[in-house]
Every structure is written in structure tokens, then in C-alpha cells.
């Protein structure tokens, strides 16, 4: 069965300074990895994915994202914060060689940028 | 990407009573995911509705206390039955277009029941 660990519940982080949001997976095959963004009272905002080559994957916003293999790591960076980076985050994975498995999700980790 | 739009975005309800969510795509799409977000949680997959075949639930849900229709490849509805104070949480429709699954959601229905 897949799975995914986001081991932080809160990041803090001052603004201008670099960001990182952890996440590791597991899977039996090889993953398909996503993250998401959650605005408060909002949906699910998709912000990049890996799905195969480059293991650095750029998205929205200014987000980057690099697959480890033998980490089985899929952390999420971005440069320079911004307070409007405040916000939920969620890793989740797909296990690309199970069919159409649906996607599994982290559970979050609160990501607070300050002035 | 899709827009997809879910009515009711929220709503206070009864013990007992029931509540139908719908979720409306701009687009065709073939599966389409139902997901409950419950307060400071994660969110996780009541069920897989695909046009023209029954909801596929997971683990832990049931068709009589969660209702899915799936009448055509642009809408769908789900159904909280019988709702206790427990089932108060956001309700996220989402549906995959790139096949690889890059999920789009919507803005979700937040239930409050009392």
C-alpha cells in the first residue's frame, strides 16, 4: 500500500529566507508525486508534480520540488518566502504501476511565512 | 485545467437529516473523486465515481450513509446521510484530466452538523 509522511506540522519561516516542506513516500512501484496548496476556506490548488525524468520539478508560485530515489524523498523548496506563501501544504502520491489507484495525501504540514 | 464548481460551498445542518452535494465540471472527464477533509485533517477518499457504473467506495464508507450519483461525465452528487456532529467536514469533489493523477479539486462544501 502507498503511503506518504509529512513529518512537520508547522514550518515557520521568516520572510526572504529560503523554505523547505518535508515529505517522504512509499510505494511497491515506481510514484507518481504531487503537491498541493490550501488557501484558507479554499480547495485543493495543485503545485507541481514528478512523474518522471528531471528529478528537479519547478511549479507555481516559485515552488521547486526534488525527487530523491534512494531517499524516498519529494521535499518541497522555494528560494525566497512570501508571506502570501502562508498556507497548507500537502504531499501525496500515486503508485504508477498499481492501475488507477487513487491518489494518497499527506497529512499537512502548516507552512507559516513572517514579515 | 478543469473548473469545477460545488454547491452547496457550505451549510449549517441537523442531526438526522441528509444533504446533497454537487459538483459540476467544465469539461468531460471519466473519473471523478469524492473526498472528506475532516477538521485539522488530511483528506481522505470516500469513493471513485465513474459514468455508468457504480461508486467504488473505500474503506470505512458505505453506499447507505454516502450516496453517489454520477449521471453523466460533467456532474456528479454525494449524498451525507443521517448526519451526526462527526460527518461536519469539508467535502471535496475532484477529477483527474491528466491521467497520470494530477487531481483538480473544487472549493469543497463545508458541512456543520449541530
Known amino acids: 500500500a502507498q503511503s506518504v509522511a509529512q513529518p512537520e506540522d508547522q514550518v515557520n519561516v521568516a520572510e526572504g529566507n529560503p523554505l523547505t516542506v518535508k515529505c517522504t513516500y512509499s510505494?511497491?512501484?515506481?510514484?507518481?508525486l504531487f503537491w498541493y496548496v490550501q488557501y484558507p476556506n479554499r480547495g485543493l490548488q495543485f503545485l507541481l508534480k514528478y512523474i518522471t525524468g528531471d528529478n528537479l520539478v519547478k511549479g507555481s508560485y516559485g515552488f521547486e520540488a526534488e525527487f530523491n530515489k534512494s531517499q524516498t524523498s519529494f521535499h518541497l523548496k522555494k528560494p525566497s518566502a512570501l508571506v502570501s506563501d502562508s498556507a497548507l501544504y500537502f504531499c501525496a502520491v500515486r503508485d504508477y504501476n498499481s492501475g488507477n489507484t487513487p491518489l494518497v495525501f499527506g497529512k499537512g504540514t502548516r507552512l507559516s511565512v513572517i514579515a | 485545467s478543469a473548473v469545477i464548481s460545488q454547491k452547496p460551498s457550505r451549510d449549517i445542518c441537523q442531526r438526522g437529516t441528509s444533504l446533497t452535494i454537487q459538483c459540476q465540471v467544465d469539461s468531460q472527464v471519466t473519473m471523478m473523486f469524492w473526498y472528506r477533509q475532516q477538521p485539522g485533517q488530511s483528506l481522505t477518499l470516500i469513493a471513485t465515481?465513474?459514468?455508468?457504473?457504480?461508486?467504488?467506495?473505500e474503506s470505512g464508507f458505505v453506499i447507505d450513509k454516502f450516496p453517489i450519483s454520477r449521471p453523466n461525465l460533467t456532474f456528479s452528487t454525494l449524498t451525507v446521510s443521517n448526519m451526526s456532529p462527526e460527518d461536519s467536514s469539508i467535502y471535496l469533489c475532484?477529477?483527474?484530466?491528466?491521467?497520470?493523477?494530477?487531481?483538480?479539486f473544487g472549493e469543497g462544501s463545508r458541512l456543520t452538523v449541530l
Open positions: 465515481a465513474n459514468q455508468g457504473s457504480e461508486a467504488t467506495y
Open positions: 510505494v511497491s512501484g515506481n510514484p507518481y
Open positions: 475532484s477529477v483527474d484530466q491528466g491521467g497520470v493523477g494530477e487531481l483538480f
